[in-house]
């Protein structure tokens, strides 16, 4: 049944990086390309889940074609409001499409306006397989500063080169 | 060299393998530079030059005993990075979690769509 709610791999993003700017995050969807694609990309629909649970985006636009900019930003719910940026409580990503393959694949520019001089260049790829989606998300920084910056944003505690971070802060009690 | 240590810092501190590699070494005990040196099978130079790094961010301390310098790694210091580090572990688990719903979301508009069309 292709409905089977828990299928190995899937519910959950794994996170990796690959030499030394890289980062690589992938995660299946139980749904074709087209409307993960979607999902992705159309403002609307941005709007409800790139800010994650503990923020609200206040802006998420977007001009979908190569040369187009876009600019998403998010406001830091009540309580969660200690990773963002003290004075406004709001963290802001700005950049520019540079390959837009409907429903396959996009490459854009990302730069943290807390930061603008770092550039981040991001794909993503979309492979459908049986109805389900596999979105790969590949990150490469400008610098290994920028990608620290990034990965401490991402899921730090998985990735391989910190995981010794947490075994002695385990050790420590 | 003026800089302050800042947690950025130590995330730089804790990039580089042979570092981390230091740590896991102190992580067992005080060591000196022959001790390290020998682990990590690499020239003094290079366990000087990391631990210099180590020490302006605080991730380790250093005492002297004899004519020795014994290295300590600093808990508190891996503790502060783990926990902030902590407060942004969940964001991609998140962002794709509730894309998920999004998703799941379409999927079942498209197939009430659908089911009524065919």
Same mark, same amino acid.
């Given at each position: 049944?292709? $409905?089977?709610?828990?299928?190995?791999?899937?519910?959950?993003?794994?996170?990796?990086?690959?030499?030394?700017?890289? +980062?690589?995050?992938?995660?299946?969807?139980?749904?074709?390309?087209?409307?993960?694609?979607?999902?992705?990309?159309?403002?609307?629909?941005?709007?409800?889940?790139?800010?994650?649970?503990?923020?609200?985006?206040?802006?998420?636009?977007?001009?979908?074609?190569?040369?187009?900019?876009?600019?998403?930003?998010?406001?830091?719910?009540?309580?969660?409001?200690?990773?963002?940026?003290?004075?406004?409580?709001? #963290?802001?990503?700005?950049?520019?499409?540079?390959?837009?393959?409907?429903?396959?694949?996009?490459?854009?520019?990302?730069?943290?306006?807390?930061?603008? $001089?770092?550039?981040?260049?991001?794909?993503?790829?979309?492979?459908?397989?049986?109805?389900?989606?596999?979105?790969?998300?590949?990150?490469?920084?400008?610098?290994?500063?920028?990608?620290?910056?990034?990965?401490?944003?991402?899921?730090?505690? #998985?990735?391989?080169?910190?995981?010794? +971070?947490?075994?002695i #802060?385990?050790e420590l009690? | 060299?003026?800089?302050?240590?800042?947690?950025?810092?130590?995330?730089?501190?804790?990039?580089?393998?042979?570092?981390?590699?230091m740590l896991e070494l102190l992580a067992g005990g005080e060591r000196?530079?022959?001790?390290?040196?020998?682990?990590?099978?690499?020239?003094?130079?290079?366990?000087?030059?990391?631990?210099?790094?180590l020490?302006?961010?605080e991730l380790v301390s250093?005492?002297?005993?004899?004519?020795?310098?014994?290295y300590r790694l600093q808990g508190q210091g891996l503790k502060? +990075?783990?926990?902030?580090?902590?407060?942004?572990?969940?964001?991609?688990?998140?962002?794709? $979690?509730?894309? $998920?719903?999004? #998703?799941?979301?379409?999927?079942?508009?498209?197939?009430?769509?659908?089911?009524?069309?065919?």
């Amino acid at each position: 049944m292709s $409905d089977s709610p828990e299928v190995a791999n899937s519910g959950k993003a794994v996170v990796t990086t690959i030499g030394d700017r890289q +980062i690589e995050v992938v995660r299946e969807f139980d749904a074709p390309r087209h409307l993960v694609f979607r999902a992705y990309t159309e403002p609307e629909l941005i709007k409800r889940w790139w800010a994650g649970r503990r923020a609200t985006v206040t802006v998420a636009e977007v001009d979908l074609r190569v040369g187009g900019n876009y600019r998403y930003a998010a406001r830091a719910k009540e309580g969660f409001e200690e990773g963002f940026e003290a004075a406004l409580r709001e #963290v802001a990503f700005r950049g520019t499409f540079k390959e837009v393959v409907a429903n396959e694949r996009l490459v854009y520019t990302e730069i943290y306006e807390g930061q603008p $001089d770092e550039e981040a260049l991001t794909t993503v790829t979309f492979e459908e397989s049986d109805g389900r989606t596999v979105l790969r998300m590949l990150v490469e920084m400008g610098s290994p500063e920028t990608r620290d910056l990034m990965a401490s944003q991402m899921e730090v505690g #998985v990735q391989e080169g910190f995981d010794v +971070i947490d075994e002695i #802060v385990a050790e420590l009690g | 060299m003026a800089r302050a240590a800042t947690t950025s810092d130590v995330f730089n501190a804790v990039a580089e393998p042979r570092r981390r590699q230091m740590l896991e070494l102190l992580a067992g005990g005080e060591r000196s530079v022959g001790e390290l040196v020998a682990g990590l099978g690499t020239s003094q130079p290079q366990v000087s030059k990391h631990l210099r790094v180590l020490l302006e961010v605080e991730l380790v301390s250093v005492r002297r005993e004899g004519r020795h310098r014994l290295y300590r790694l600093q808990g508190q210091g891996l503790k502060q +990075i783990h926990d902030w580090a902590g407060r942004f572990e969940p964001l991609w688990q998140e962002r794709f $979690d509730e894309l $998920d719903a999004v #998703v799941q979301e379409l999927k079942n508009e498209e197939e009430g769509v659908s089911s009524d069309e065919r």
